[in-house]
């Protein structure tokens, strides 16, 4: 008889992490708030609470034998220049020296309204960058997240009803998920 083995999806343990993470991080910043905390204590308690969140979770899912399933949309591969082509500026801006009288005023008018349209559309640009990089980083923190958790779950032959392996494997691997980013926070405090 074959054992069937469980698996989570990767978009659910994806939403969760950064359900996770945002709720965490505003609990301590709200909390820290009444309690006049620094900005890196609050960071210390969020990644500590995070820290052992993912503990539980990585030790919960190696002892039961819990495996991941790739469930994301694949994305199609970018090809330069064929979103925006190569524009080349050269930096040489027109004289815009307008006359006095009424002709200056009305010139200067519709050269007003001209920029006012020029900043609105490099506004609407900046907002589709800032979109952008964001999909940049949910898709780089899909990549941190799934394939780290994938590369931990690939332990669950060895440690599936094993809890002080499935302990061991997990502290490992959360200490070396996270204590990368207790060692900025701690040599930038102290290069302060």
Do not use: C, H
Not at 73 to 82: A, D, I, Q, T, V
């Amino acid at each position: 008889m074959k054992i069937k083995k469980n698996y989570l999806k990767g978009k659910s343990v994806f939403y969760v992490s950064l359900v996770v993470i945002t709720v965490t991080s505003l609990t301590v910043y709200l909390t820290g708030i009444n309690y006049n905390r620094t900005v890196t204590s609050n960071l210390y308690l969020s990644l500590a609470i995070i820290g052992t969140t993912l503990f539980l979770f990585m030790t919960y899912g190696l002892y039961k034998g819990i495996g991941l399933k790739d469930n994301f949309p694949s994305f199609k591969p970018f090809k330069k220049g064929r979103y925006i082509s190569d524009i080349g500026f050269s930096g040489d801006l027109p004289d815009l020296a307008v006359g006095d009288g009424i002709a200056g005023v009305l010139v200067s008018i519709l050269l007003w309204i001209a920029i006012t349209i020029a900043f609105a559309l490099l506004l609407l640009l900046l907002e589709a960058l800032i979109w952008l990089s964001l999909f940049i980083i949910l898709a780089m923190l899909y990549w941190v997240f799934f394939r780290a958790l994938k590369l931990v779950f690939s332990k669950v032959k060895t440690t599936k009803g094993d809890l002080t392996l499935a302990l061991l494997y997990s502290i490992s691997y959360t200490a070396l998920y996270l204590g990368w980013i207790f060692g900025i926070v701690y040599v930038t405090q102290i290069l302060r």
